[in-house]
């Protein structure tokens, strides 16, 4: 029986986390290589409709990382990222699927270390969490 | 400002569902289910919530057109009207009103029906009255007759949702009649056992209990496999059979041969299923079949129909709730349209053409001389026009040219005509022949009946105006009539022309405009102050006893070869509607299904190296198309599916027009093809 | 006209000043929406058939360039009513309301909990359902268990889009984000699970619980349940629920709670 290769996508937003990937990707930091990262503009930008259709088909956790509150290039984009996705989270939750395989998390520009610390655990708890029962799923 | 809520019936299905069209000063802005409705009971299904979006489209046809040349023209009504009358009067005269074939319309009302076939027979003066059932159920009205005595539906829609055993075949239903499978998933969730036995994993499949997959082309083999096991297992109903039925030993014989053994050899139906599903059918108390275009339209489609009748019969499955063979027809009125009598061997209400009293009885009724042939089919029409037999045709709402086996040839009799007239709502590819075309008023236009596939008779009412010039087909079939200086074409209302096919076919006796302002009614409703029998042989057949068929399975009548090694076989999904005339007006259905596309087996796309997407050619015998592949595990290795609603990849450019001998429906479920890598 | 229709035409047109009344009343043996003018005869009105008038309203609106429009609404109407105003689809001063409060029978039947509008003018105020016994189960369940329950259940939906089309507070009638290809694929049946949970987050912040989408799902898949398990979270998340006629959303504002700078219309 072989490893449990969790397949992940995480959201950076272009004026921090990703910058935050970027730089722990350039100090080497080692990281698990099993997510796959997408830039977007905003962590705002990131719609709820994104990490339910990833969900739903079968991967294993979506990860979205925005500007620390306060921080957003764009003001209040990260606050409605903040509202929305505990709502997002609890509908997972009521319809069965596991509410940690969607995070939220705050990265900046400068935290590198952040960045690979966050990444390392997430791909840690979904392991332990196990593959989404929906990748064998037909509808 | 006048907005208003009109209750009409949907123009797409057989499966009847009324809804309010709502109307802001003459315009459709949008459709609310009836929440009181006996068949949707407030839902509808995406057809239905759409059913407004086609109707006020520009490309409406608004004027007569007519040849002239090349070209077409605007004319008036009265030019268009004189030159059809004068160029089938002329031909007529030269060569025989047999050489003129009419075509009527299965999503015409009622109404419509009687006065086209009324048209053919009393005004033109022959029986070449015909329309799309020929391409559809056919094989069930030919089919049931035999066994039962009536081609029709023997229970009812509602009753799905209360059978404990569902044996559905040859229908996709949830994909053709959303509402008739409505009623089958709250079976299911109720507890009923469904079976559904498709060469293709359809959305009922997949919350059936038990699901088989049979090679296209083979039932009557896993049909009479199960009737063999009834009878060899003790487990069909012997008072029934004794006492209600004929020729038990013939079917008995008939079927001995298949063994389940010989069956899965047939069929590839695995034989500890086959066993399970005949115990299952034929021990539950309420069970129902339910069946459509994948029994139907087969080169024995007729002997297929009746070995599920045999079934039924065997079980003692019939004449009670929740029980029957319950064939699903597709078009909202084809029902209709065959009670109308727009058959070239059926007066209205099934009263036979070639029975002398029957003639004497119409003669009589209509004040004219009758011809006394039975008429070509519409099927046949073609190939004899092609050879120059047929000489005229007036279509009404009928696209052959998506919709008939063999496209090619099609084409070749419509252009052999001397005369081609056509009336429709939208230019089509059949139009485009056409010497004389009409504008027809929609349903959403005009006042009538529609008679679903349970033979509920539900009305059509007017809700808005039609566009332009476009005449309601009562009025084209009407004028004409007169013009042809034929008697019994004074009529003001579709009413009153329900009142006298109301008088003419005892079936639909009680059935009148004011009494369906307040009750459901059902044919055979024969009296004033009956509401109608909802289930059918309750009690006994009309004609004494049912008959068993001692069918055998024969092969198609083209198998894969070759040069065309896989088996094509064609159909429908959720958000188009046949030809497309309607649906690929609509935004919403379009934007579901925009694109032709042939289902293939992953497997096989694999070993021809087709990735989803990919363009393809499919190839027949006919000719050849290229659409997008789509791949699935849902269709079996060696089969490819092919959607017939999209002229520009139409799949009948490549089926075979062979015909079943005794309905003459063609065999779109099979034929041979081979697709590659466009 | 029944005695229901001339208390109804009475108090819209005469007490309310309304120029127009929708309501659902007797025609052709079914019971039909009804939008009637001043002056005209209201007909056999009925009350116990559940139309969810503001839906309807919703499709004529656009059309009826002025006057005032009366409306026969339940508490559930009433509150898609406050949502709908809220993000300016309707304009309040235009819309009148005749209360209707609904029977024993239908509040159980929706499991309301709130079942009685601001001003009752027909029928008798009853208690509100205890709850709904089915979210209870689902809430029990272990996660395992919820997961195979729900895609049971969407395995059966058939695309109809009855669930948006009847749904009072969804008005985004030509961009349905459903329809968007990258989301939902074409002709595909059944639509998947992330159709079923994009619309349980759209409706977090609307659903006024009429229980509509539920009637007319022709799969009946338990679509009000559903609902109410996130109106549940919506709760315990923000302290918010639907149907206020001034608490903006909590999805459509800062942190601080002022309303965020985009089109509240969007959904």
Request: glycine content about 6%; proline content about 5%; hydrophobic content about 40%.
């Amino acid at each position: 029986m072989s490893e449990f290769k969790p397949t992940i996508l995480a959201f950076c937003c272009n004026w921090c986390s990703y910058a935050g990937a970027d730089l722990a990707g350039v100090s080497r930091l080692q990281m698990p290589p099993n997510v796959h990262v997408i830039r977007v503009m905003c962590s705002a930008a990131v719609k709820p409709e994104y990490a339910f259709k990833a969900l739903s088909e079968g991967i294993d956790g979506v990860l979205v990382l925005g500007c620390h509150i306060g921080d957003c290039h764009y003001l209040t984009g990260n606050h409605r990222t903040k509202k929305r996705f505990p709502v997002a989270q609890r509908i997972l939750k009521d319809v069965g699927i596991d509410e940690r395989r969607l995070r939220l998390d705050w990265v900046s520009a400068a935290e590198g270390e952040k960045f690979q610390q966050v990444i390392t655990e997430f791909v840690s708890d979904i392991k332990k969490i196990g593959p989404n029962p929906l990748r064998e799923v037909k509808m | 400002m006048s907005v208003k809520h009109v209750l009409t019936t949907c123009p797409y299905c057989g499966c009847g569902c009324n809804f309010y069209l709502q109307v802001v000063d003459g315009r459709l802005v949008g459709v609310i289910p009836c929440k009181t409705d006996v068949i949707g009971q407030g839902r509808l299904c995406i057809k239905g919530y759409n059913a407004h979006a086609f109707v006020q489209h520009p490309d409406r046809l608004t004027h007569p057109l007519v040849r002239d040349g090349s070209q077409m023209r605007k004319a008036s009504w009265d030019e268009a009207l004189d030159r059809v009358v004068s160029e089938i009067k002329r031909i007529s005269s030269k060569y025989g009103p047999d050489s003129v074939a009419v075509f009527s319309s299965a999503k015409f009302t009622n109404e419509e029906n009687y006065l086209v076939q009324k048209l053919a027979r009393v005004a033109i003066g022959t029986n070449n009255i015909d329309h799309c059932a020929r391409l559809c159920h056919a094989s069930t009205v030919a089919g049931l007759v035999y066994s039962f005595g009536s081609g029709a539906m023997t229970n009812s829609i509602p009753e799905f949702e209360d059978a404990d055993c569902l044996l559905v075949t040859g229908s996709n239903t949830l994909e053709t009649h959303p509402m008739i499978g409505a009623r089958m998933v709250r079976a299911i969730d109720r507890g009923a056992k469904a079976i559904v036995v498709d060469p293709r994993e359809t959305p009922l499949s997949r919350i059936a209990h038990i699901s088989l997959h049979q090679r296209p082309g083979t039932d009557i083999a896993w049909i009479d496999g199960i009737a063999r096991i009834i009878i060899t297992e003790n487990l069909y109903d012997k008072e029934f059979v004794e006492t209600r039925t004929a020729k038990f030993e013939e079917l008995k014989s008939a079927v001995e041969e298949y063994t389940p053994e010989r069956v899965e050899a047939i069929s590839g139906i695995p034989k500890d299923k086959l066993v399970e599903v005949a115990r299952l059918y034929a021990r539950s108390k309420k069970a129902m079949i339910a069946y459509a275009m994948g029994v139907t339209q087969h080169s024995n489609g007729t002997e297929i129909v009746r070995s599920l009748a045999n079934l039924a019969m065997l079980c003692g499955h019939i004449g009670k709730e929740s029980s029957g063979v319950n064939p699903l027809r597709g078009q909202n009125n084809v029902q209709g349209s065959c009670d109308a009598g727009a058959l070239p061997n059926y007066y209205p209400g099934y009263q036979s053409v070639a029975a002398p009293e029957m003639k004497a009885k119409f003669e009589k009724a209509w004040n004219k001389q009758l011809p006394e042939k039975p008429g070509v089919t519409l099927t046949e029409a073609f190939e004899l026009a092609a050879k120059g037999q047929i000489k005229a045709i007036i279509s009404f709402g009928e696209n052959a040219m998506v919709s008939d086996p063999d496209i090619t040839h099609v084409e070749k009799g419509i252009r052999n005509l001397e005369f081609f007239a056509a009336a429709d709502i939208f230019n089509t590819e059949t139009t485009k022949f056409a010497h004389v075309i009409l504008p027809a008023a929609c349903y959403a236009e005009k006042d009538g009946t529609f008679t679903c596939t349970d033979r509920k008779v539900r009305r059509v009412r007017k809700a808005v105006d039609a566009p332009g010039e476009a005449w309601p087909d009562w009025k084209i079939a009407c004028e004409l009539g007169k013009r042809f200086g034929a008697p019994g074409f004074d009529f003001s209302s579709p009413a009153q022309v329900m009142d006298e096919f109301a008088s003419v076919a005892p079936i639909y006796a009680g059935i009148s405009f004011d009494r369906l302002e307040k009750e459901i009614l059902t044919w055979p409703c024969t009296a004033k102050d009956q509401p109608g029998a909802r289930i059918l042989h309750v009690g006994g057949f009309k004609m004494g006893r049912g008959a068993f068929a001692p069918v055998k399975h024969a092969d198609p009548a083209e198998m894969p070869s070759a040069e065309y090694p896989m088996i094509l076989s064609t159909g429908r999904n959720l958000f188009q509607y046949h030809t497309g005339t309607m649906t690929r007006k609509s935004p919403k259905l379009e934007r579901e299904a925009p694109v032709p596309y042939v289902e293939m087996n992953d497997a096989d796309a694999r070993r021809m190296k087709v990735a989803e997407g990919d363009r393809v050619r499919v190839s027949s015998k006919r000719g050849n198309i290229t659409l997008v592949a789509r791949v699935t595990r849902n269709i079996m290795p060696g089969v490819l599916f092919i959607p017939f609603h999209y002229a520009e990849a139409a799949a009948n450019m490549l089926t075979n027009p062979a015909l079943d001998p005794i309905a003459k429906i063609p065999e779109y479920k099979v034929c041979a093809a081979k697709v590659e890598k466009a | 006209m029944n005695d229901l229709g001339r208390k109804l035409a009475k108090i819209a047109f005469e007490e309310r000043k309304a120029d127009y009344l929708l309501a659902a009343r007797d025609e052709s043996g079914n019971v039909a929406p009804a939008f009637v003018s001043k002056g005209e005869d209201v007909g056999d009105v009925r009350m116990d058939v559940p139309y969810q008038l503001v839906m309807v309203l919703t499709k004529l609106y656009p059309w009826i360039g002025k006057g005032k429009i009366a409306v026969v609404a339940r508490r559930c109407d009433e509150k898609a009513l406050n949502e709908l105003t809220k993000r300016g689809i309707f304009d309040a001063e235009r819309i009148v309301k005749v209360g209707l409060a609904c029977s024993k029978e239908q509040i159980a039947k929706c499991r309301c909990d709130d079942p009685v509008p601001s001003k009752v003018d027909f029928g008798e105020p009853q208690k509100g359902a205890a709850s709904d016994e089915l979210a209870g189960k689902l809430l029990k369940m272990t996660g395992e268990e919820r997961l195979k329950f729900w895609v049971r259940q969407f395995r059966k939906c058939n695309k109809c889009f009855g669930c948006t089309t009847n749904c009072p507070v969804c008005f985004c009638d030509h961009a349905c984000v459903l329809e968007e290809r990258e989301l939902v694929a074409e002709k595909s049946i059944p639509p998947g699970l992330a159709f079923h949970l994009v619309r349980s987050f759209h409706m977090a912040d609307k659903c006024i619980e009429c229980g509509e989408c539920e009637r007319s799902c022709p799969a009946d898949i338990p679509l009000l349940t559903l609902r109410k398990l996130v109106k549940k979270d919506m709760k315990e998340l923000y302290n918010y629920a639907p149907g206020n006629e001034k608490a903006i959303s909590p999805l459509l504002t800062t942190l601080e709670g002022d309303k965020l700078e985009d089109d509240s219309n969007v959904c």
